[in-house]
C-alpha cells in the first residue's frame, strides 16, 4: 500500500503557473481538444464560475465544502491528486535546472540534451499503459465507480472526456503514445505489453510507485491485469488516432513552438517532455478541484433562503386597510397592538430561517431588517387611514379607504396568521404554530 501526502486543494489549484513549459505544450496541443482546456489556476474563481449568479453566501458555503471534503480522512479527491502528482514526479524535472528562466522562449533543445536520456521501446510502452490504468483509476474514484477490475467500457468513458480531462488524455496519445513509439503505436505497446516479464514491469519507475492501483495480488497477477487491460483499449487508441490524423511530424511541428527542435534528435523529444513538463499532474489537479466542487454543489442544498423569508412574511405581514374595515370602528381595537403582534410573528420566522440556514445568515439579516422597515412604513400608513375612520365615525358618516392591495386576499389585514400565536414584547412574540417547508 502507499502513502499519500498532498496539499490542501485550494493551495493546489493556487499553485499551478500561469505560464510554463507545461501550459505552452498544452496550447500547443490545443487542436485535439479545441477550446476544451483552460489553465485555471485559482480555486476560488473555480467555485464562483461553477455556481454562476449564486449568492455570496452561497458561494462561500460550497468553497467552505469542497476544501472540507478534500481534507477529509481516505478522500477520494485527495487519493486521486495524488495518483497524478506521482506520475509526472517519477520522470520529470531531471532538466530543470537547464530550463530554468526559459519559460517564455523556445528551449535551445542541445542544451538539454545530456540531461535526458530516450526510454527503451519496453519502457515506454509500459509508462503509456500505466498512464492509461491511472487515469481510469481516478475516473472511477471520482465518479464512484467500482475499482477498475468490475468494469470494461474504458473506451466509452474516454470518449465522453471533456474540458482538462479531454486535453490530458489527447496528450497521453500524442506525447506517450505516437510520439515515442510511432504511428503504429497502439498495436506496437500492445505487442510489447503482451510479450513483457515480470522483470520488466517490476523494474519500470511508474509501475513501482503506483503498483497498488493494478489489481492483482502478484506481479504476476497485475501483468496479466495490465495485459488484458491494455489489449481491451487498444481500439480506442486507434480510434483517436485516426480521428486526430495524429502522427509524429504533427507533433513535432506543434512543438516547434515550445522547443528548438533537431532533425537528428528525434528520439529525444519523448524524453525531452517527460522530463521538463508535468501536464497529467497539471491538469489532473484541475480534474480533481473540479470533481470535489460539483460534489460540493451536490451536498450544499441550493435553499433560496431570501425567497422562503418572504414567502413567509408576506403572509404575516398585514396588506393595507380593506374599505371601511369593521375593526376601524371597534373603540376596543387595539392597532398598535396588532402590529407589535405582526412584529412578534415575524421575528419568530426570522429566528426559525435563522437557525435553518446559517450558511446564508448575512443576506437573511438583511432582508429581515428590509421587512422590519416596511412593516413601519406600513403601520403608519394604515394609521393614518384609521384615524380618518375614527374621525368619521365621530362625525357619523362613513369614509371609503382605498387600498393600495385592494382586491389581493379576501381577509382583513388584522386576520391572524394560520398556525401562529400572538406575538409578546416589542418584536419579540413567540408564536404557538411551527413553519415548515
Do not use: C
Not at 100 to 126: N, Y
Not at 166 to 172: D, E, K, L, P, Y
Not at 272 to 298: E, K, L, M, P, S
Request: hydrophobic fraction near 40%; charged fraction near 30%.
Amino acid at each position: 500500500m502507499f502513502r499519500m501526502i498532498t496539499p490542501p486543494v485550494g493551495q493546489l489549484v493556487d499553485s499551478l503557473p500561469e505560464t510554463s513549459i507545461t501550459t505552452r505544450l498544452l496550447n500547443a496541443l490545443d487542436y485535439l481538444a479545441p477550446g476544451e482546456w483552460e489553465n485555471n489556476i485559482d480555486f476560488d474563481a473555480l467555485v464562483r464560475s461553477a455556481l454562476m449568479d449564486a449568492s455570496a453566501a452561497r458561494i462561500e458555503a460550497v468553497n467552505r465544502h469542497a476544501r472540507a471534503l478534500y481534507a477529509e480522512q481516505g478522500s477520494p479527491y485527495q487519493r486521486a491528486a495524488w495518483i497524478f502528482r506521482t506520475i509526472d514526479t517519477t520522470d520529470r524535472l531531471l532538466a530543470a535546472t537547464a530550463i530554468a528562466g526559459k519559460v517564455g522562449e523556445k528551449i535551445d533543445f542541445l542544451s538539454i540534451l545530456d540531461r535526458v536520456t530516450p526510454k527503451s521501446d519496453v519502457a515506454q510502452a509500459i509508462d503509456l499503459a500505466m498512464k492509461l490504468l491511472a487515469e481510469l483509476t481516478v475516473f472511477g474514484l471520482l465518479n464512484g465507480r467500482p475499482t477498475i477490475a468490475e468494469w470494461r467500457d474504458y473506451g466509452d468513458v474516454l470518449q465522453s472526456y471533456t474540458k482538462e480531462n479531454a486535453m490530458r488524455i489527447a496528450a497521453v496519445v500524442a506525447l506517450d503514445g505516437v510520439l515515442p513509439l510511432g504511428p503504429d503505436f497502439a498495436t506496437k505497446a500492445q505487442d510489447i505489453i503482451a510479450n513483457i516479464d515480470i522483470p520488466d514491469l517490476g523494474g519500470n519507475p511508474i509501475y513501482q510507485r503506483i503498483s497498488g492501483l493494478v489489481p492483482g495480488l502478484s506481479d504476476a497477477e497485475r501483468l496479466g491485469f495490465l495485459q488484458d487491460f491494455f489489449s481491451n483499449m487498444t481500439g480506442w487508441l486507434q480510434d483517436f488516432q485516426a480521428k486526430h490524423h495524429l502522427m509524429p511530424d504533427q507533433i513535432l511541428g506543434k512543438l516547434g513552438s515550445v522547443v528548438e527542435l533537431a532533425d537528428d534528435k528525434l528520439d529525444y523529444v519523448g524524453a525531452f517532455v517527460d522530463a521538463t513538463t508535468d501536464y497529467f499532474a497539471h491538469t489532473g489537479t484541475q480534474t480533481v478541484a473540479r470533481a470535489v466542487i460539483a460534489q460540493a454543489i451536490a451536498d450544499v442544498p441550493e435553499v433560496q433562503v431570501v425567497d422562503d423569508f418572504q414567502f413567509v412574511v408576506d403572509d404575516v405581514m398585514p396588506i393595507d386597510a380593506d374599505e371601511n374595515d369593521a375593526r376601524y370602528l371597534d373603540d376596543d381595537y387595539d392597532l398598535d397592538q396588532a402590529y407589535t403582534e405582526r412584529e412578534g410573528e415575524m421575528d419568530d420566522v426570522y429566528a426559525e430561517m435563522k437557525a435553518r440556514h446559517k450558511e446564508e445568515l448575512s443576506e437573511l439579516r438583511a432582508q429581515h431588517r428590509a421587512e422590519r422597515e416596511r412593516l413601519k412604513e406600513q403601520k403608519k400608513a394604515v394609521k393614518g387611514n384609521y384615524k380618518k375612520a375614527k374621525k368619521a365615525r365621530a362625525k357619523g358618516g362613513r369614509i371609503r379607504i382605498r387600498s393600495r392591495n385592494q382586491g389581493e386576499r379576501g381577509r382583513s389585514p388584522f386576520d391572524t396568521h394560520p398556525g401562529r400565536g400572538k406575538g409578546k414584547g416589542k418584536g419579540r412574540g413567540k408564536g404557538r404554530g411551527r413553519w415548515d417547508d
